[in-house]
């Protein structure tokens, strides 16, 4: 049951620059725990997927621990705190060793292996313990080959689970009529079937917090005898009233509220809990949402992983006629897609085997949580991770748990005020607005072309990027008579990503519109200084479309969009050179570094 306040927990004001030792220390803490981009870049997520999920405020750099945990790091004066949470760590890592090996010498071995480890890893006071679990359990699984630990007891909570929802007590539960709860102004059918709506989904998620329901000490069959009241206790915390408003019911019944479709993603925690969790889910889709259902990548205790919904049939059963996305890279394009399918419930791995860390999550999982309405997160360790901080996040939370008294409990976490989102209607009224132009352009008999140049693949320069795009598109306008002239860079707006821009773009540029695309050749970018009276800098030397991600993605486009148009032309540098760079790094306005082949 979870204990959310922290009344021990303090916050470290870190602020760079003020001392080195502490720059140092607080950069070592990054390096040494892999989540640094740049020391760690096909681990670590860079700076810019970290901001599809969190806000970026004060310049300060995101830590995937409370604010306890780090200020105990931090501060280095051997924290009693932190020291706990270590231990905690080397037991639970024991004791499956000593569960799960009969030999003794090798049992022996495993210990003073993990032991050994452990005081490496620990000997500093830098590491999060949830990396060092990390690490210990990677040595534990690689060393005995024992692919999931609990997989064996994870099957028998989903089965307990799913066997108590079948019990006809617990069905009679959630069926009951109370005609206390039926003390709203019940004067049409709109507002029992909300009300009707909403009760059940209290008692779903009340039960999906009751542990007993899948941990009992002699099977489902010993529900307490009393199942009405099991699901009937009323929820508390701060999320209550904000959750119900968000799905679309209140529990009154009083003015129905207009029900929409909302995306949410959901984080899934504990087995056994998580067919509890997928009942609510179904309940939910019934109720015009989708949800986008999160496992762990890997194994990681107790905890449902992806490989759990694949294969236990439990989960199978549950999760019928679901989407799973097994591509962990998968496109905005490709997401939306899924999303606008007729699929309700979609299934992804959050990349990681930790409880939760948003550094290391899959590029999917960054992409779902941006294009999301809100995130449900689960348990007391989760709420830890995204509420105990002073990080606010791009997307409203709510965490789901059961409070010291074993009653559910709904917290929430509004997104930060400042977010800006481009929804993917935005960016396609966005998009609608410039093909309007366009055609209206070739009303008046007018010249369509589209100008594809480099604008973020030079790290630090874009707004010299966009002021040579402009210049020299402006030369061309003034050169070329009835000619209308798509410049990308003008209608860039504060919030956007690469990710957004590449989307808007592309359905301008599939539009059938364009008579002329053309890429930035070096000749350009010459003039564009020469009109502006400067020497061409040495990053600038040499550069055309070619070294963009950008303009490699959109010389693809062309030739497609050419394919079906044969008319239009392709001006620039040759097609056979847009080879070097294939792809962004999630959301950046530059590209990824290039890394020659070792």
């Known amino acids: 049951m979870g204990d959310h306040p922290d009344p021990g927990g303090h916050r470290f004001e870190y602020q760079p620059g003020l001392n080195p030792e502490i720059d140092a220390w607080h950069t070592a803490f990054f390096i040494e725990n892999h989540l640094d981009p740049l020391t760690h870049p096909h681990l670590a997520a860079s700076p810019e997927q970290v901001r599809f999920m969190v806000y970026p405020e004060d310049g300060l750099r995101y830590y995937p621990c409370s604010d306890r945990m780090f200020a105990a790091i931090m501060d280095r004066t051997q924290s009693a705190y932190l020291q706990r949470s270590y231990n905690a760590v080397l037991q639970r890592i024991l004791a499956l060793i000593d569960e799960q090996i009969e030999d003794p010498k090798e049992k022996e071995f495993l210990e003073a292996l993990i032991i050994t480890k452990y005081k490496h890893e620990t000997h500093d006071e830098i590491m999060i313990p949830s990396r060092v679990e990390k690490r210990l359990m990677s040595i534990f699984i690689r060393r005995t080959q024992i692919e999931d630990p609990f997989r064996k007891e994870k099957a028998r909570r989903n089965q307990r689970a799913a066997e108590a929802l079948d019990l006809p007590a617990f069905r009679s539960a959630l069926d009951y009529v109370d005609p206390k709860e039926l003390a709203g102004p019940l004067d049409n059918l709109s507002a029992i079937r909300q009300m009707a709506d909403a009760i059940q989904l209290s008692r779903l998620l009340c039960a999906a917090t009751r542990k007993a329901i899948w941990l009992p000490p002699e099977g489902p069959s010993l529900l307490p005898l009393d199942a009405v009241a099991l699901c009937r206790q009323p929820p508390t915390g701060s999320g209550v009233e904000a959750f119900f408003n968000f799905v679309g019911v209140r529990p009154d019944g009083t003015a129905p509220l207009p029900r929409e479709p ?49 294969e236990d049939p439990v989960l199978r059963k549950a999760l019928a006629g679901a989407l799973f996305i097994e591509d962990d890279e998968v496109s905005k394009n490709d997401l939306l897609r899924m999303l606008r399918s007729d699929y309700n419930i979609l299934v992804i791995s959050d990349g990681t085997s930790e409880r939760l860390n948003l550094i290391l999550t899959s590029t999917t999982f960054a992409r779902a949580f941006k294009e999301v309405n809100a995130v449900v ?29 074993g009653k559910l409990r709904i917290e929430y976490k509004p997104r930060h005020p400042e977010v800006i989102k481009f929804s993917h209607a935005d960016l396609e009224a966005k998009a609608q607005a410039i093909i309007d132009r366009m055609a209206e352009a070739k009303r008046n008999g007018m010249i369509v072309m589209f100008y594809s140049g480099i604008i973020g693949s030079i790290p630090g320069k874009i707004d010299v990027a966009r002021q040579v795009m402009a210049t020299f598109i402006d030369y061309l306008r003034n050169q070329s008579a009835s000619t209308f002239i798509i410049n990308p860079s003008e209608h860039y707006e504060p919030g956007m990503d690469a990710d957004d821009l590449m989307y808007m773009w592309e359905i301008v540029q599939r539009s059938g519109y364009i008579d002329i695309w053309r890429f930035q050749t070096s000749e350009d970018i010459a003039k564009a200084f020469e009109l502006l009276g400067r020497r061409i800098p040495p990053e600038w030397v040499g550069k055309d479309a070619t070294y963009s991600t950008g303009c490699t993605k959109e010389m693809k486009i062309a030739e497609e969009v050419q394919r079906q148009y044969p008319e239009m032309q392709i001006i620039g540098p040759p097609t056979e050179k847009f080879v070097r760079r294939s792809e962004y790094g999630i959301g950046r306005m530059y590209d990824r570094c290039l890394v020659a082949p070792g």
Do not use: S
């Open 262 to 310: 909302r995306k949410i993603l959901w984080l899934m925690d504990e087995a056994g809990e998580v067919v509890m969790d997928l009942a609510v889910i179904r309940h939910l889709v019934g109720l015009g949402h989708k949800v986008i259902v999160v496992f762990k990548g890997g194994p990681i205790f107790t905890k449902a992983v992806y490989a759990d919904a694949r």
């Open 377 to 405: 997160c689960r348990g007391e360790e989760q709420h830890r991770r995204l509420f105990a901080t002073r990080f606010q996040f791009t997307q409203d939370l709510f965490n789901i748990d059961a409070d010291e008294n």
